[in-house]
């Protein structure tokens, strides 16, 4: 079994998001299982510059962008025991920014087309084209309007996962040929509500189409959250999956995560008491043990349910002697907040307004206890990060924080949940988060439960491995 992964980032290399962290975890898992996986993605100009020397020139092809062709540089890398595959345009990809440019579709249409231009140039067939996003959308069109029928191309199937279906790659149909290079006459494929859609055109012409939990799967069916797409994945429910994404227990380890200052484990948790200090006093709050410190690492936009969170804080940190810690960026609504609550209430609470992967590590391995009140969340990553380090996750029961987390209250569980998006409820799971933290000897045991969970990548790529096989 071949797999060509196709994403519009990936770690090591460069990341915005999620997107990148499964992108650089999950072919290791497929290939631990004999899977011959491989990635490809752009090469963009912000990619660092010792990781550009690890990079072998295979060749250069062209590439039609509709009525164009444009240079593109086949680069080859291999870290982790992955090969890698960077396809080179200055022209599209050498940018500030990976994401945010006018003309952002005519870039990925490009980069959509050279996945597929480029296979009979690396001496390497895939079994599948796996694809993501709206970014690569448009291969599994591409595949099915101009490569399926070609000579090179027999018997490859496309797969095509939804990380968050809120974004799309809409345009305007005026662009249809000038810019993406489809014919009128497979318009339908892409048309959706009088606009060009590209989600919908991977989801029509996918093989299988799978998203990144089993509830998101059953959510995205509902007009509530499917930003429009449900009538389409309604009539085309045979070929949806959900696969619940894991996490890279190799880089998220407190047993030997060098981002800490004390390592620990599910047998040996003392050191996360030495952690919770330091973090305490990394942060400005008060040096007390015995205060439950609650953690948040998130992008600060109203999806993470961050208007619960600020309908309730000021109450909670009035009349309990809970600690806050949040650190991430988004909208300036939500930043001003927090830096209000930390002004307002010192050595109680702190917010650090950025990304800063070493300060994430070191609030999930201080924290006791994880707030994730997201208002959808297809998968989410930071609750199963949380439960390796044994911060307590609260979340609310949607998308992959329903599969992952349940509840405690029957002894069983793993966290704390609440069901309704609702101020009121998030907080009654909080302060029975609390009450549970009270008492040490059962909290203990919630912390190993938690910590004993496997939300590594070998559960998911044995899924995906039986879904490949499947097609």
Known sequence: ??????????????ASGGLADVAGSLPKALRKKRVGCRVVLPLYGTIPQELRESMQFITSITVPVAWRRQYCGIFEAKVGGVTYYLL??????????????????????????????????????????????WQTALTPVY?????????????IKTVFTIHNIQYQGRYGMEILEDVFGISPNDAHLVEFDGDINLLKGAIECAHRVTTVSPTYAEEILD????????????????????????IDVDLYNPENDPL?????????????????????????LSQNPDAPLIGMVTRLVAQKGLDLVRAMLEELLNTTDAQIAVLGSGDREYEDFFRYIEGKYPGRASARIGFI???????????????????????????????????IPIVRETGGL??????????????????????????????????GYRDSEGWQMLVRRAMECDNS????????LRMYKSI
């Open 88 to 133: 080179d345009n200055e022209y599209y990809f050498k940018r500030g920014s990976i994401y945010g440019h006018y003309d952002d579709g005519e870039r990925f249409a490009f980069f959509a087309r050279a996945i597929l231009e480029m296979i009979p140039h690396i001496s390497w067939k895939p079994d599948v084209i796996h694809c993501n996003d």
């Open 223 to 246: 007009p509530w959250f499917s930003y429009g797409l449900d009538p389409i994945l309604r009539e085309r429910s045979f070929k949806l999956q959900g696969i619940l994404n894991g």
């Open 1 to 14: 079994m071949k797999v060509l992964y196709a994403s519009s980032e990936a770690l090591p290399f460069i």
């Open 402 to 435: 329903r599969d992952s987390v349940q509840d405690s209250g029957d002894g069983e569980g793993n966290g704390f949940t609440f069901r309704s998006y609702n101020a009121h409820d998030m907080a009654h799971a909080i302060h029975r988060a609390l009450l």
């Open 260 to 284: 800490i200052l004390s390592p620990y484990s599910a047998d040996k948790t003392e050191g996360k008491a030495i952690n919770k200090a330091n973090l305490q006093k990394l942060l400005h």
């Open 357 to 391: 992967p070493e300060l994430a590590h070191k609030i999930y391995a201080g924290s006791d206890i994880f707030l994730m009140p997201s208002k959808t969340e297809p998968c989410g990553l930071s609750q199963m990060v949380a439960l390796r380090y044994g911060a």
């Open 143 to 155: 595949f099915q309007t101009m490569y399926g029928t070609r000579e090179g191309y027999e018997n």
């Open 457 to 464: 990548w070998t559960r998911s790529a044995g899924e995906y």
